[in-house]
């Protein structure tokens, strides 16, 4: 059965530091391209981050220079590094796979991230 799995999520101030991790299982990880998306409630789900097969990396503006992806396919997993937290990064964390060759995806449960002094 294929199943991603989020974690790392969680409570932290302003400026903190959280690194999230995306487990996957019932998949060959290294064939799928990796985004982090993230949602507010009342509000639609917006991409954070992206990673191929390649390992080439884009993020959205807002968290250039803050948040890092990267992935390590020995242990399938899909990292987010996400330093010097703002309050506006505080929503659920999701993870999507796609696999290059077929088209299949799949979602995460998601992990909440709250970033409040």
């Known amino acids: 059965q294929v199943q991603l799995v989020e974690s790392g999520g969680g409570l932290v101030q302003p400026g903190g530091s959280l690194r999230l991790s995306c487990v996957s299982s019932g998949m060959t990880f290294g064939d799928y391209v990796v985004t982090w998306y993230r949602q507010v409630p009342g509000k639609q789900r917006d991409l954070v981050a992206h990673?191929?097969?390649?390992?080439?990396?884009e993020y959205v503006d807002s968290v250039k220079g803050r948040f890092t992806i990267s992935r390590e396919n020995a242990k399938n997993t899909v990292y987010l590094q996400m330093n010097s937290l703002k309050p506006e990064d505080t929503a659920v964390y999701y993870c999507h796979a796609r696999d290059v060759y077929f088209g299949y995806t799949y979602w995460g449960q998601g992990t909440q991230v709250t970033v409040s002094s």
């Open positions: 990673i191929t097969t390649d390992d080439i990396t």
